[in-house]
């Protein structure tokens, strides 16, 4: 299971990096139905911070974003389910097949280098308007100082281009 094909199937919902079920269901290899039944048959396992369904606003919002065969088929009426880290984790106690357990494991490995990644970002971003910060100060002060020059410079100018008044020697 390639790192960049699990990526493109996490998306961010409600503030919560998710995977919806007909995504997980074709990682697991079994259809969208089985999945979500096995799921509703331990729902207690599932709090909403681990697995919460779509709102219409969402979903069609997601829809026009991916494009598939498989959703355009979908009811509009049932919104898919979208499982945070917690909630795919909780997948593997009850999804008991090989394929599951490896794909369980490679989800939660993306999870990471997601978080990984968005840790290095986000320092890196601090960094950088830190320094932006810092050289704009500096160049606030060459401006005001190059401007000074340049007005004294025309005062100079101005001056020099003036007839004088007064004796001549």
């Known amino acids: 299971m390639q790192i960049h094909t699990l990526q493109s199937k996490i998306h961010d919902v409600q503030g919560q990096k998710v995977i919806l079920d007909f995504d997980l269901a074709v990682l697991y290899e079994v259809e969208t139905k089985v999945l979500n039944q096995?799921?509703?048959r331990n729902i207690k396992r599932f709090p909403v911070d681990f697995m919460f369904r779509l709102n219409i606003e969402?979903?069609?919002?997601?829809?026009?974003?991916?494009?598939?065969?498989?959703?355009?088929?979908?009811?509009?009426?049932?919104?898919?389910?979208?499982?945070?880290?917690?909630?795919?984790?909780?997948?593997?106690g009850i999804l008991n097949s090989d394929v599951a357990i490896h794909v369980n494991i490679a989800i939660m490995r993306t999870f990471v280098i997601i978080r990984k990644y968005a840790l290095e970002h986000k320092e890196?971003?601090?960094?950088?308007?830190?320094?932006?910060?810092?050289?704009?100060?500096?160049?606030?002060?060459?401006?005001?100082?190059?401007n000074y020059l340049i007005k004294k410079d025309e005062k100079d100018n101005t001056?020099?281009?003036?007839?004088?008044?007064?004796?001549?020697?």
């Open 38 to 40: 096995a799921v509703k």
């Open 58 to 92: 969402e979903w069609e919002s997601m829809r026009s974003q991916i494009v598939t065969a498989y959703q355009n088929k979908r009811n509009v009426t049932v919104t898919p389910f979208a499982f945070t880290e917690q909630g795919i984790a909780m997948l593997s």
């Open 124 to 146: 890196f971003n601090e960094k950088l308007l830190e320094i932006e910060t810092k050289y704009d100060k500096k160049f606030n002060d060459i401006y005001e100082a190059l």
């Open 159 to 169: 001056q020099k281009d003036r007839k004088q008044i007064g004796y001549k020697k």
